[in-house]
């Protein structure tokens, strides 16, 4: 950054008191991270108070008075530099974060902590026991506390638009909706056309690895992408993720299964993705607000551009498939095509997660109606599982035997506000065609190249255009520089149809006409 | 800890400022094992810059102000109870950490700390370039700080007493210097007639196996041994520690040798020691300063119990031979004795940690001599190599061919203070023997159990007697409960004795008389 300017001094003294606050967020993810990994049982409890005095501090640090001064000082002298001037973007986006954090009193975030914490621990055990009616209080005070939480951000057209500003800033429910709308119109019809043809055999995927041999296999393949393991490691959990430390340690965490040789791959692949992002942020935005993914919709496009636009691509496996069958000689006899196709089964199923590229924010899009409609009191907690059921029979023809496959099945109303999450997994997927799109305009060479086992193309071509930028500007911000367009569904779904209809034998007149929003 | 009575509102007070205090030090802890085990090594400048930042919080915290208030008004109402009441204790034991702590002023402690940050990475390169000279104005300020860091307290006897005190509470050079004279007269001799016997052949111990399973033959001895892996675990860094997190998570590191049977086996066992002490401090002393290991000695004679009087022991293997061979083929032709004898060699060298029983504290007693000298201005830095030298000669018979196995041999100079720290591996030595010694005159049946493996005896007896009070009682209050006298030689002689005289051949008359002390 800059030296000798007039805001020099102020702006150092910014960055000292925001250091200390983003490092106790680090701290505590470090916390976090080894209670998933390594932490044996009996650390628990201590585990959750320290994270509760960590994060209290975290907080102070954060919202301490003097940042408010510091940026009121720094405003006027800032106005005058371009908006992309790193010191213009770190008080706009302090600004912002600052006010945010400053507007909801300590002690509702306290309160809402505790019930989440409370919550979670109840989800884990009524979860398996197909038991909604014990989360059923439970989910009615989190969507009370979150509908609380809006409040305090008066002036929303909708409730549900600050809970998801916190995580994709700029977006809203009103711009949200036409955009899934558009997507659902396109997505039935193909999920539709899909599983009306015959369905691939994922079935030969299904054999018994030693967990090393999946483990190194995706070690290799990340290694290739650029996952840099100097800032970086991959360790074991229940529930893979991607964490921080600092721009230094960014680290990743999978699972192998016992009978599926490439679920851990794509699981690894996936987070990588997210890591390579923010490995890829400028070195001296590190302590700063800057220094973080800018919203959950353009970290979910990296993770899912490695995961899918690369890695279930029939490029990549052209290069990685023998090397694949050579790790795993059970797949010798196993055609490439027939391999491919079972990596990218669709199938309409009940399990978000496990879902495929087509059918997955079929998903997620029910999830963001439904907590919607819980926050505007439309939808009453009693009645969600009835919602849910005619949700999924009406987008996927499908009804949970159980509230267990249903509204038990994802741990984030559960452990968190409801709202603001969901939408993020299925920007991911409109963003990362764009972004993928327009780094193979630029750079033409990039699919040979991935066809070739080599990734330095595209991989430098997002860190100079997205990654670098960190939280420097906000998502339609960056597609807007990146793609030279708003957030469009469109290259998205031509790269849906592109993929699936040769994979599937598609004809052009089954396609739905993609409605421009 | 009891309730209803005058001092329990005062009491909880006190608890939940001395909580946040402890838990900060517990998550520090957390930073440097993952920073010693799995960090990246591009997370070093960061994690350097949290752990400055979460030390100087925790650093506020133990000298909040707030804290001497409580204390104060506690004072005059623990004085009517019971010397080991349970709140009597934790006032006592508080507000001597408290004065300590209070004395030094935070701007000296961070003086401190950054120049042993510098030295430590100054010493890391000097040490194989066996360049004293780029380190000897560092270890004069090393020096210079220790003695300014002796003045915050006044009235001390001698200058290394305020040092020894933050590690071993009660013990002075005036009580230390008898002790380690007495145990000399008697080690040197000892080491001299073990000597001039044929040398056992430790070469046979020297065979390639797989690191997997030396870690497995070590996990099970320990599991044994009681280490409960609910509330711990066992991870691989360079030089073994052990650490925790709270007392439900008590951790223990090892390494592996490449050529090495039993060097990762002794060092798990070690580590074992110290973490069992700590797995048996009584749960509701969590979180306040009751919930630690007493002192260095103490905790040394935990980690030489185990891996010396119980695991270099000839029952021990009487047992566990059988399983090793099975574990190691290699060893499969070689008689129990031979290997006793391998584990127990005796041998005159130049390196410290890799010494033996016999030894070991003539290498901690040339150190503890000759810090004490520099602090008190007898010895000057310049001349630390000349005196090293002509120490290890008359105690050892040996000369070090250079520096780098000489006064740089060990980090302690280099990273923390000079003085402090040396003597509390004899004290350990010293203390183990005693608290054994009683043990078995109170259960008799503990050496056959050993025998048969079983350690059950010894594990309840030592965590009744010891672990159970954690730092409630000092060294000296301990030894005098438990053993019902005060620290002595004689139990430790006559252990090494009793092992070494038969095991080379010793006549009684090649015995030095015990001088008691």
Redesign the interface.
Known sequence: MTDRTPQQEPMNRLRALL??AW??E??RS??QW?QAT??????????G??LA??GR?AHEHSTDAEIGKVLDALEPVVAKLPYDSDDASLVRVTRRLYDRATRVPAAFVAEMLEHFSVSYQAWVVARPANDFATLRPMLERTVELSRRYAEFFPGFANVADPLIEQFDEGMTVATIRPLFAALRANLVPLAAAITSRPMPDRGILNHPAPAEDQLAFGLEVIRRFGY??????Q?LTHHPFMTK?????VRITTRTRENDLVDALFSTMHEAGHAMYEQGIRPDF??TPLANGTSSGVHESQSRTWENLVGRSRPFWEHFYPRFQKAFPVMAGVPLDDFYRAINRVRRSLIRIESDEVTYNLHVMIRFDLEVELLEGKLKVKDLPDAWHARYQSDLGLRAPDDRDGVLQDVHWYSGPVGGVFQGYTLGNILGAQFFNAAVRARPAIPKEIAAGRFDTLHAWLREQVYQHGAKFTADELVRRVAGEPMSIAPYLDYLWGKYAPLYGLREDERAPVVAV
Chains 1, 2 share one sequence.
């Open positions: 250091g200390a490092d106790l680090m701290v470090l916390m080894d390594y932490m044996p049982d009996g650390g628990a409890a201590a585990r108070r320290q005095l960590i501090l840099d393991f100097e800032r970086g490691r360790d430390f600092s721009l230094g340690d590190e302590a």
